[in-house]
T-cell receptor
């Protein structure tokens, strides 16, 4: 089974631009979560999607948004980029069965975003 | 709110030494607990997990026991290898969602 894939792997943008990152979950997985990893703040939860609905949201400004498509693929968008948005963005997928505790999440390799 | 506290790194060990990485948590209810590992340039890989008190997770020689009384989930390995060099993250699963709260990570360096 193919793992979680993320595209692009690397991205360079300038302040004020917007960016869209893509995540394809493991086949059959319906839940996709996004995390931001920086040296200063560590790993922080952005949002979780299940069956095209946002199920959970972290404490990030409205510039960060996401969506999930009917095939479970997910995208996240960051508008009006700031220098502090430079980070590794990780996507994770799980089967997402409602009510099941402690499901294993499988992470992709991440997209490294550099904002200049 | 929910949080995870991990020991600061780096942890530097010689091959075959015993490893302990401390992890404590604060949470309402009964969270699931995880250890993830991140090798250079890669994403996170699940190392082990436990979903209820007194559960022991184990994988590749690593073990951790969910201790509710001490709110801890310390990672241990009896004999580390150079290939275990990586960053280890303790994480807490919030309720029945996929949201994970991570500790700051502990870098392990193992020398021959």
């Amino acid at each position: 089974k193919a793992g979680v894939t993320q595209t692009p792997r690397y991205l360079i943008k300038t302040r004020g631009q917007q960016v869209t990152l893509s995540c394809s979950p493991i086949s059959g997985h319906r839940s996709v979560s996004w995390y931001q990893q920086t040296p200063g703040q560590g790993l922080q939860f952005l949002f979780e999607y299940f069956s095209e609905t946002q199920r959970n949201k972290g404490n990030f400004p409205g510039r960060f948004s996401g969506r999930q498509f009917s095939n479970s693929r997910s995208e996240m968008n960051v508008s009006t980029l700031e220098l502090g948005d430079s980070a590794l963005y990780l996507c994770a997928s799980s089967s997402g069965t409602p009510g099941i505790k402690g499901e294993t999440q499988y992470f992709g390799p991440g997209t490294r975003l550099l904002v200049l | 709110g929910d949080s995870v506290t991990q020991m600061e790194g780096p942890v530097t060990l010689s091959e075959e030494a015993f490893l302990t990485i401390n992890c404590t948590y604060t949470a309402t209810g009964y969270p699931s607990l995880f250890w993830y590992v991140q090798y250079p340039g890669e994403g996170l890989q699940l190392l082990l997990k436990a979903t209820k008190a007194d559960d022991k997770g184990s994988n590749k020689g690593f073990e951790a026991t969910y201790r509710k009384e001490t709110t801890s989930f310390h990672l241990e390995k009896g004999s580390v290898q150079v290939s275990d060099s990586a960053v280890y993250f303790c994480a807490l699963g919030v309720g029945n969602t996929d949201k994970l709260i991570f500790g700051t990570g502990t870098r392990l360096q193992v020398f021959p």
